[in-house]
C-alpha cells in the first residue's frame, strides 16, 4: 500500500510544472540580506500591477514564452528551455548552479512566486534529498497569506512587502497585509522583513498605516526603499502593462518618511536601503 501511495505521489510530481522566466545566480541587491550571492529562481505570473514593477517580463504568464537558464554561476551563458518545466528539469538547472560556486540563499522570486505554492511545496524537498544546502528566500508582494501558511515550515526567510496604494496606485491591500503578518508572527523560525517602496507620490498616511501594521509584530524591521528608476530589461514597461511613470523621492522626502516611521515602530527597526545590484550593473 505504502510503495503504491509512494509512487502515486512520485507520479503526482513527476505531472506538477511551472511557467519560469529565468534562473541565474547574482547579488541579493535589497533588504538585509544584500551582497550575498543568491540562486534567483524567478516565476512566471503576478497578479498585482504595481506602478513601479521592475520585473515586466514576468507579470503575465505564457507558456509559449521560452525560459532563460544560466548554464554556468555568473556567466551570463543564459540556454532557452521549454515551458513549462518540470520540478526535475528546475532542480536540475539550480543544483548546476550551486555546483559552480557556493550560494548563500535559493530566491524564490517573480511575479509572484505564491502562486506557485503546489509546486514549490514539491521543488524544496527535491532540493534538499539532493543536500542542496542554501537557505530557501521568499520575496513577494505580502498578500497571499493563505499560500504562505502552506509553504511556510519550508522557508527560512521571507521578504515581503507593504504596497503602499498611493506608491503602487493599486487598490489597498491592508487586510491582506495584516494576515500575512500574522502567519509571520506564529512562524518565529522563519526570519523576515517587510520593504515598502516609496515614490515621489506615496503619501504619508499609507506609510503611516503600514507601520501600525508591524506594531503587531515586535520584530519585523521596515525597509523603505526608494523607487529605482534603472530597468534592465530590453522590453519597456509600458509595452507589457500600459502602467504609468514615477519619480524618485526627493533625499529630504525620505528622511522625513524614515521619521515618520521611526516615530511609530522605533529607531531600531527602520532603514532605508536601495536597490544596489542596479548600481552594480548585476541582474
Ligand atoms: S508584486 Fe512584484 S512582480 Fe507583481 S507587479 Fe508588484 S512588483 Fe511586479
Known amino acids: 500500500m505504502q510503495n503504491t501511495e509512494q509512487f502515486t505521489n512520485k507520479q503526482k510530481q513527476a505531472e506538477k510544472k511551472a511557467n519560469i522566466t529565468e534562473i541565474f545566480s547574482s547579488v541579493q541587491g535589497e533588504g538585509p540580506l544584500i551582497g550575498f550571492r543568491h540562486i534567483f529562481l524567478r516565476f ?99 498578500h497571499r497569506y493563505k499560500e504562505l501558511s502552506e509553504i511556510i515550515n519550508l522557508l527560512d526567510f521571507v521578504s515581503f512587502d507593504l504596497k503602499l496604494p498611493s506608491s503602487t496606485h493599486e487598490k489597498p491591500l491592508w487586510d491582506l497585509h495584516a494576515k500575512f503578518v500574522e502567519i509571520l508572527s506564529q512562524s518565529p523560525q522563519v526570519y523576515a522583513y517587510a520593504k515598502a517602496v516609496l515614490t515621489d507620490e506615496t503619501q504619508e498616511k499609507d506609510l503611516i498605516q503600514a507601520c501600525e501594521l508591524l506594531l503587531k509584530n515586535p520584530i519585523l524591521e521596515l525597509v523603505l526603499q526608494p523607487v529605482s528608476l534603472v530597468f534592465n530589461k530590453s522590453e519597456s514597461k509600458e509595452k507589457i502593462t500600459g502602467l504609468i511613470d514615477y519619480k524618485i523621492p526627493t533625499p529630504e522626502k525620505m528622511l522625513r518618511f524614515q521619521e515618520i516611521a521611526v516615530e511609530i515602530v522605533g529607531r531600531k527597526r527602520i532603514r532605508i536601503i536601495p536597490q544596489t545590484h542596479k548600481l552594480m550593473g548585476q541582474i
Do not use: V
Open 44 to 142: 512566471m505570473g503576478c497578479d498585482l500591477r504595481c506602478n513601479w514593477c521592475d520585473t515586466p517580463n514576468s507579470l503575465i504568464t505564457k507558456s509559449d514564452k521560452k525560459a532563460q537558464i544560466e548554464q554556468k554561476a555568473g556567466a551570463r551563458n543564459f540556454a532557452e528551455f521549454d515551458n513549462p518545466m518540470s520540478i526535475e528539469e528546475i532542480a536540475n538547472a539550480i543544483i548546476k548552479l550551486e555546483a559552480n560556486t557556493p550560494h548563500q540563499s535559493l530566491s524564490l522570486t517573480g511575479g509572484e512566486p505564491l502562486l506557485q505554492k503546489d509546486f514549490i511545496k514539491d521543488l524544496i524537498p527535491s532540493l534538499k534529498a539532493q543536500n542542496f544546502q542554501p537557505i530557501i528566500y521568499l520575496e513577494t508582494g505580502g
